[in-house]
Every structure is written in C-alpha cells, then in structure tokens.
C-alpha cells in the first residue's frame, strides 16, 4: 500500500499493527522484525519519523506532561506517564497523546494501577493460568534403606527457625499446552538461595525445564513447553534474618504472548530466633 501510494488505506494496518503488539514486541521475533520494517516504511513515507515538537499528553483537557521528540526519548523501551491520584475525577476519564505539531502520533499503551493491600491476591486473567507458591520446611528423614536424607515436611508453613533449610514450590496449572514460560519468584528478605545456575562438570542437567537463572532478588525458571495440568517448580533457600518477611507473589507468563500470565498470591512469612 506505501509502494503505490495509498497512505490512508496503509494508516488503518498501522493502528492494528500498533495495536497488536505485546509489551515491547509482536507474537514472536519474526513477527516482530517484518512488523518494525513496515512501520518504518509507513513512517518514513508520511514524515512522522522527523523530531520535531513535542509529545503532549493531556488529562480531561489539563496538559499532564509535556516531553521533546528526541532520538533518545524514541528508544527507550517505554515511558512512563505518573497520574496523581487528586487529577482524577470521579467517573470517567479522558487521557489524550499527541504530537504538538499536529503530525499524526502512533503508540501503545498500558495502564496500570497500584493499590495499596496488606497480603496481594492471586491474579488470574483470560489465559485462566493459575500460579501456587508454597513453603516447606526440609527435615532429616530415615529413609526405608536405615539411611537419612533431607526431605521436605508433608505441610506448608510460613514459620521458620533462623537456619532452617526450606523448600519452595511454586506450581502453575494450565488448561492448555503451552510453549515458552518463564516463571519468576522475587525472594523475600532475609533468605538466601541456595540454588546454582550452572552445574559442576561432573553433574549433568536432568531437570525438566530449560534453565534457571538466579538473581540478588529473584529466581527465574525457563521451560520450552509445559504440558497441561500442573508442573512444578521448586528451588531451595535458607532462612538467615531474623524477623518478618513477605514473600511477593511468584509470576508465570509466556515470553512471546506477555498478556498471558498469571500470578500467586503473597505470603507473609516469620523467621524466630
């Protein structure tokens, strides 16, 4: 359509293309790829490409933040736009973007909204995934052969002794088979991961996922599939700072299609001396 000149035809496959797209891409990287050329065709074509002015973004008619077309507010990977909450009328309300040299302004957006709880529920969305993180204390246990070995207790628990060596399991049920998951655990303070990404060589990797990346503040699991039903993962922490801690939801969702996941509930968790 930009190759023959039909401008106004090609504007309508721009806004779905805009609209279409996961946090910073499309459905997959070729998807993403062939999606970036076109728009820089249709860009380039129309002259939106060239900085000038700024991009105004007005609250119920009330200019809210003003910011100067630049190459370097182009590549960030976003932009974030605070509302105060003494801004906002009761009912609804109007947000309006747009280019101060009254060129046309492509973009995506995203709301989100914090609000204040003492424990965070569960989050389920449309994909209907639901995420389940439990702690459990890990005991010596005398197995059948007369040997001990670490095993984790039958119950969940929140309460520890400083020391004590714990399992989490976080489980994520799904009523489809799914394809490229990460799932993410921010660790809760005063614990220490005992987990190691890379193996020694005599080890070899006979886990069912793909890899795991530890963090200071969170874990990371990588599967390439997950079958329907539930999986688990699980990794190992010790309990070292006495006191209170919480233990922010765990979060699954699909590296390719982001408006999938879903989230646990958080946990408040007590560490004794």
Request: hydrophobic share 40%; proline share 5%.
């Amino acid at each position: 359509m930009v190759a023959v000149g039909d401008l106004e035809t090609a504007a309508g496959a721009v806004r779905g293309l805009v609209a279409g797209r996961r946090g910073s891409g499309w459905w997959s990287t070729r998807d993403t790829s062939t999606s970036l050329l076109a728009l820089t065709r249709y860009w380039t074509a129309t002259g939106e490409l060239e900085l000038s002015g700024s991009l105004v973004a007005l609250l119920n008619g009330q200019e809210l933040v003003r910011l100067t077309l630049s190459k370097d507010l182009l590549s960030r990977p976003e932009t974030r736009i605070h509302v105060p909450a003494n801004r906002l009328r009761p009912g609804s309300n109007t947000l309006v973007i747009r280019r101060s040299d009254g060129k046309p302004c492509a973009y995506s957006a995203e709301l989100a909204q914090v609000v204040a709880q003492e424990q965070l529920a569960p989050v389920v969305n449309a994909s209907k995934l639901t995420v389940k993180k439990e702690f459990f204390r890990m005991r010596v246990t005398r197995l059948e052969d007369g040997t001990n070995a670490l095993r984790p207790e039958k119950a969940a628990s929140t309460t520890f002794q400083a020391g004590d060596l714990i399992r989490c399991v976080v489980s994520v049920d799904t009523p489809n088979d799914l394809t490229y998951v990460v799932v993410e655990d921010m660790l809760p303070a005063g614990f220490e991961v005992t987990e190691r990404e890379d193996l020694p060589e005599y080890e070899s990797w006979n886990f069912w996922f793909s890899k795991i990346v530890v963090r200071d503040d969170r874990i990371a699991f990588f599967a390439t599939s997950i079958p329907k039903g539930r999986s688990e993962f699980s990794y190992h922490l010790r309990a070292e700072g006495v006191g209170e801690a919480t233990a922010l939801p765990a979060l699954a969702s699909l590296m390719y299609d982001p408006d999938q996941f879903a989230s646990s509930g958080g946990l408040r968790l007590e560490v004794r001396p």
